[in-house]
Nanobody, 112 residues
Framework: QVQVAESGGGLVQPGGSLRLTCTASGSITSINAMGWYRQTPAKRRELVAHITSFGATDYGDSVKGRFTISMNSAKNTVDLQMNDLQPEDTAVYYC??????WGQGPQVTVSS
């Protein structure tokens, strides 16, 4: 069984940057892909980015060119670097170890 725990998040001004880290523990050898999703009270949970164990990545349309996902296999971590943050990026961000191991979700708030 895999467990995931997130760190990072917080309050940032528009145009600023934040970095989220997801650390996996447990049966690490079973991880094929991990991802970040986000959710607000008004929207369904949506894909932000995901990465496979081979390094293939995919991003949601609204974050392409601003966010970068990366995996450090030695540390069992997946990072989400978020640049040029905007108020519409405000959400709870969840780490996912596919297919269905979710983290608790740190809050990211973008506001002046």
């Amino acid at each position: 069984q895999v467990q995931v725990a997130e760190s990072g998040g917080g309050l940032v001004q528009p145009g600023g940057s934040l970095r989220l880290t997801c650390t996996a523990s447990g049966s690490i050898t079973s991880i094929n892909a991990m991802g970040w999703y986000r959710q607000t009270p008004a929207k369904r949970r949506e894909l932000v980015a995901h990465i496979t164990s081979f390094g293939a990545t995919d991003y949601g349309d609204s974050v392409k060119g601003r966010f970068t996902i990366s995996m450090n296999s030695a540390k069992n971590t997946v990072d989400l670097q978020m640049n040029d943050l905007q108020p519409e990026d405000t959400a709870v961000y969840y780490c996912l170890s596919y297919p269905n191991i979710w983290g608790q979700g740190p809050q990211v708030t973008v506001s002046s």
